[in-house]
């Protein structure tokens, strides 16, 4: 697939088949992941692999209940707008459903002796939206998500991850049951300024 067809196509994927994702693909979004870039080539991203029922279950409990305590006081508000509802009510599924979805990729960084905490994500980023884009262009469906890292100390307890390493982005992957994009939104022009800010200009 085009390189561009993957980025104009790509979106949240958050209602996802059982089925199983061969293990060949699960590699090919590993691969695609560490090419990324890295800053002074340190590469310090793990990815761990999560396809067993008991672990996926226990990960999903504290999934939800990072769901329900962060989107759960504003689910009328969310569900009464046009514009939020259909969004409220697909990442809600995928907080309901998580056990099921048939791989769970978390990626993690390694934080000793890194810069301060707002640039580290400068290097395990990237790394997602490779895999992320080249699940796309295998016909996989996936999204970013964060909630478990309220649950944080016990999901590294849980999957063994050591002191100096934190979970970043926790990817849900399988087959969708949706249809890809095209992605919604806010226009190019709408968002880019030229040399200085507010300086905007026509295409």
Do not use: C
């Amino acid at each position: 697939m085009d390189i561009f067809e993957a980025i104009n196509s790509q979106r949240a994927m958050r209602r996802l088949k059982p089925d199983p994702v061969p293990e060949e693909l699960i590699w090919k979004l590993l691969d695609a992941a560490v090419k990324a870039p890295s800053g002074g080539n340190r590469q310090p991203w793990n990815f761990i692999v999560i396809r067993d029922d008991e672990t996926k279950t226990k990960i999903a409990e504290w999934y939800l209940d990072g769901w329900n305590k962060t989107y759960g006081p504003v689910k009328q508000a969310a569900m009464a707008s046009p514009t939020t509802a259909r969004t409220y009510a697909s990442a809600d599924h995928l907080a309901n459903h998580l056990a099921e979805v048939p791989v769970l990729i978390i990626a993690t960084f390694n934080t000793s002796g890194v810069a301060p905490v707002s640039t580290s994500g400068a290097s395990i980023y990237p790394a997602v939206q490779n895999l992320m884009l080249a699940a796309r262009a295998l016909g996989l469906g996936t999204t970013i998500t964060t909630l478990h890292r309220s649950h944080e100390a016990e999901v590294k307890q849980l999957l063994g991850v050591p002191d100096g390493v934190d979970t970043m982005a926790l990817i849900p992957l399988g087959y969708p049951v949706g249809k890809f994009g095209p992605t919604n939104r806010i226009p190019t022009e709408k968002v880019v300024y030229w040399e200085k800010w507010g300086q905007a200009r026509e295409r």
